[in-house]
């Protein structure tokens, strides 16, 4: 049995990425808008935040303001440990 894709990637350092996106439509500039937009992403690179903002900027029409990151990871060091033992039930 292998492992899923989600699972390998958290070992590989890939986190929860939060990022919360304020935004500025051209037809309505005095008006600040605001997206949130989550994925698995690695720190302090984040190539998945900067695949989607330059995706963003290529094809939306919308200004990007600002955004804003909050980043946890998913397995950290003491989150896995070895068993010391196994029991079998029937």
């Not at 939060?18 to 302090?44: C, G, N």
């Not at 900027?57 to 303001?65: F, G, T, V």
């Amino acid at each position: 049995m292998q492992a899923s894709e989600s699972f390998r990637r958290q070992f590989a350092g890939y986190g929860i990425l939060t990022a919360e996106i304020l935004y500025r439509m051209p037809d309505h500039p005095a008006l600040l808008q605001s997206f949130v937009w989550q994925t698995e992403d690695k720190a302090p690179q984040f190539p998945e935040l900067r695949r989607f903002l330059a995706y963003w900027e290529r094809e939306i029409e919308a200004l990007i303001h600002s955004v804003r990151v909050a980043h946890k990871d998913l397995i950290g060091p003491m989150d896995v440990r070895y068993a010391k033992g196994e029991f079998l039930i029937h």
